[in-house]
C-alpha cells in the first residue's frame, strides 16, 4: 500500500514488462489477499492458544515449575488470559482485528469510507501490540541441554532404578534451566512498518501546502470543473490525487483523476467531479454558493474567496498504460471518462511521441449533455489528426443510452461529434469483433472506467479468446 512508491517504479522505465507492470495494478488486490490470510491464521492460531492456555492449566508441571504459565494446577484458563501479557495483547489483537476486518468490507467502503479509513488506521496500534505480544516470555528453550539431557534423571533423586550402566548415564549434572525465546517479531514487522511510515511521512511533507484554485467551472448535469495550481506538481495522464477540504471535513480525503496535468505550457492541473454525495455537495457550495439574482460585480475586495484544499499525489493507475499499446481501447461510462479525459489532452500536445497508433474510444453517458464536458477538447484533437493527416488516429463513438434524453448537437463545431453519435448501450461484442478484424495478431490493451457493469462485461469479452488473432488486455481503472 506505499502508493507513492507504486507510482514511482511505474513511472520508472525500470519495470518495462507489460506483464510486471500488471502487478503493480494489483496492489490493493494484494493487500486485501493478506489481510484476509492475515485473519484466517489469526482464527487458527488463536484456536491452538486457546487449546494451549487449558494445557498450560491442565497439565501444570510440578518437575519444571519454570515452563508453567498457570500460577497453580487447574488455574481457570480464562484467568491465565486475562492476567499475562501473552493474553491480554492476544485479545486486544483479535479485537482489533475483527474490527479492521468488518470496517474493511466493501459495502462499508462503499457507504461509509471514513470508518473504513479511521477503523484502519488501528493498524499502527496493531503492530504495537503485536510487538509487545511475545514480551511476556511464555514460550521458553532449554539452555543446558549437555549437562541435563531431555528426559535424564534428576541429579538429587536417588532411584531403585539406578543399576545399569545407561541410566547411570543418564544421570544429569545439575538441574534444566529455560530461557524465554528471544521476541522476533519486529524483524518481520520492522521493515515494512518503516517503509510505510516513511511513504506516509513523504505523504504527508508534500501535502501538507495547500493548492492554490485558479479556476471553478460548473458543467451540465452536476459536474464541477476545479483547475489548480501548486508548486513542483507534476503528474502523467491517468494519475489521481485525493483532495482534503478542512471546509468540508479534515477528515475526509477523496479520490479524483486528473482531467488536465501541468505541462510545459500551463502549469495547472485539473480535475471533474460529480457532485453525488454530501462531501462534493458540501464542496461545491464553498466552491460555487448559490448564484445570487442577478449578475454582481463584486468589489476586488470581495472577489471570489475558495476554501483551502490540500492535494495528496499524484497516484499511480492502469490508465498511465494506454500509451503503452500499439492499440488502446478505451471505454468510458459517464464521469468515468475522466481518466481518458487527460490522455486525450497529452495527445493533443502531441501524439507522435507515443507507442500508441490508434486509439478506439467509447464513451456512455445517460444524457446528452455529459458529453459538453469534454466536447471541444474531443473536437480539436479530431481537428488536429485531420490536418495532420492521420484521421484514423481516432476512433471514436459516443452513446446516449437514454433515448428520451436525446436532443441534436446542433452547433457546427461539434459536427465531428454529431456523426459520431449513436442511441442506446454499445453492443460489445460487435465493437470487439470489428476492433478484432481491423488489428490482426495485435495486442490491444482494453482500459474501462465507470459503472460496474461495463467493466465486467468488458473483463468476460476479454478473457473470452472468442476474437482469433487478436489479444484484448484488460486494465480495470480503480483508486489503488
Ligand atoms: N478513476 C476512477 O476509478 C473513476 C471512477 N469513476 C466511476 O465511474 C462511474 C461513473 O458514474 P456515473 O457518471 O454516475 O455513470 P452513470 O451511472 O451515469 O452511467 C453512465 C452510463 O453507463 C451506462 N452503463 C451502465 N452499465 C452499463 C453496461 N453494463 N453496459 C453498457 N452501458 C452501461 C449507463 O447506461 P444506462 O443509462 O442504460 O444505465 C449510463 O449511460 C462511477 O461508478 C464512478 O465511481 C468515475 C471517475 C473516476
Ligand atoms: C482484514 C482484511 C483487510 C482488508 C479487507 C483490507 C482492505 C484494505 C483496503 C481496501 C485498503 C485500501 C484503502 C484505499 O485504497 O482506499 C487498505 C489499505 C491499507 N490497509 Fe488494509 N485491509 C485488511 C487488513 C489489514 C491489516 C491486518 C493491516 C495491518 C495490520 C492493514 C493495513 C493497511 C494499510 C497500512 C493500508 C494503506 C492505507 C493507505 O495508505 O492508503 N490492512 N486495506
Not at 23 to 31: E, G, P, R, V
Not at 118 to 137: E, K, Q, S
Not at 382 to 400: C, F, G
Amino acid at each position: 500500500m506505499c502508493r507513492s512508491l507504486l507510482t514511482f517504479v511505474r513511472g520508472t522505465r525500470t519495470v518495462s514488462s507489460r506483464k510486471t507492470r500488471r502487478l503493480l495494478d494489483k496492489s490493493k488486490t494484494f493487500h486485501v489477499a493478506c489481510g484476509v490470510a492475515i485473519c484466517i491464521l489469526s482464527v487458527v492460531h488463536v484456536s491452538a492458544h486457546l487449546v494451549n492456555v487449558i494445557n498450560f492449566s491442565e497439565s501444570y508441571s510440578d518437575e519444571f515449575p519454570a515452563l508453567n504459565l498457570a500460577r497453580y494446577r487447574g488455574e481457570d484458563p480464562k484467568l491465565i488470559i486475562l492476567t499475562t501479557i501473552p493474553g491480554v495483547t492476544g485479545v486486544l489483537l483479535v479485537l482489533i482485528l475483527f474490527l479492521m476486518f468488518l470496517s474493511s468490507s466493501h459495502c462499508v467502503r462503499v457507504s461509509h469510507y471514513e470508518i473504513f479509513w479511521y477503523t484502519h488506521n488501528l493498524f499502527i496500534v496493531f503492530y504495537v501490540i503485536l510487538m509487545v505480544h511475545m514480551v511476556g516470555g511464555a514460550l521458553k528453550y532449554q539452555t543446558n541441554i549437555e549437562a541435563h539431557p531431555p528426559g535424564c534423571l534428576e541429579p538429587n533423586r536417588t532411584s531403585t532404578e539406578r543399576q545399569s550402566e545407561e541410566l547411570q548415564q543418564g544421570r544429569c549434572r545439575e538441574e534444566a534451566h529455560f530461557q524465554p525465546h528471544c521476541p522476533q517479531t519486529w524483524l518481520w514487522v520492522s521493515g515494512p512498518l518503516c517503509l510505510y511510515c516513511a511513504e506516509r511521512f513523504f505523504r504527508y511533507i508534500r501535502s501538507s501546502d495547500p493548492v492554490t484554485i485558479v479556476t471553478v467551472i460548473r458543467h451540465p448535469c452536476d459536474v464541477i470543473e476545479l483547475r489548480m495550481l501548486k508548486k513542483n506538481f507534476a503528474a502523467r495522464p491517468g494519475q489521481y490525487v485525493v483532495l482534503n477540504c478542512p471546509g468540508v471535513s479534515s477528515f475526509e480525503n477523496h479520490p479524483f483523476t486528473l482531467t488536465t496535468c501541468p505541462t510545459e505550457n500551463k502549469e495547472t492541473f485539473g480535475i471533474h467531479l460529480r457532485v453525488v454525495g454530501d462531501w462534493t455537495d458540501r464542496f461545491t457550495q464553498l466552491l460555487l454558493p448559490q448564484p445570487r439574482l442577478g449578475l454582481e460585480i463584486l468589489p476586488m475586495m470581495q472577489q471570489r474567496r475558495y476554501p483551502k484544499l490540500y492535494v495528496d499525489g499524484p497516484f499511480g493507475s492502469p490508465s498511465e498504460d494506454v500509451f503503452n499499446y500499439d492499440v488502446s481501447f478505451c471505454v468510458a461510462g459517464g464521469i468515468g471518462v475522466t481518466p481518458f479525459a487527460c490522455v486525450l489532452h497529452a495527445l493533443l500536445d502531441g501524439w507522435t511521441g507515443f507507442r500508441l497508433q490508434r486509439l478506439y474510444f467509447v464513451w456512455v453517458c445517460r444524457e446528452l449533455q455529459s458529453f459538453f464536458w469534454f466536447a471541444e477538447l474531443l473536437c480539436a484533437l479530431h481537428h488536429k489528426l485531420w490536418k495532420e493527416n492521420r484521421p484514423d488516429y481516432l476512433n471514436l463513438k459516443l452513446y446516449v443510452s437514454q433515448p428520451e434524453n436525446l436532443q441534436r448537437m446542433s452547433e457546427e463545431r461539434y459536427r465531428p461529434l454529431a456523426s459520431r453519435l449513436l442511441v442506446g448501450r454499445p453492443r460489445w461484442k460487435h465493437l470487439f469483433d470489428e476492433i478484432g478484424r481491423s488489428n490482426k495478431n495485435k495486442r490491444v490493451g482494453v482500459f474501462c472506467c465507470g459503472p460496474k457493469g461495463i467493466s465486467r462485461t468488458l473483463h468476460k469479452l476479454c478473457n473470452s479468446a472468442r476474437f482469433p488473432g487478436t489479444t484484448f488486455e484488460f486494465n480495470k481503472e480503480s483508486f489503488s
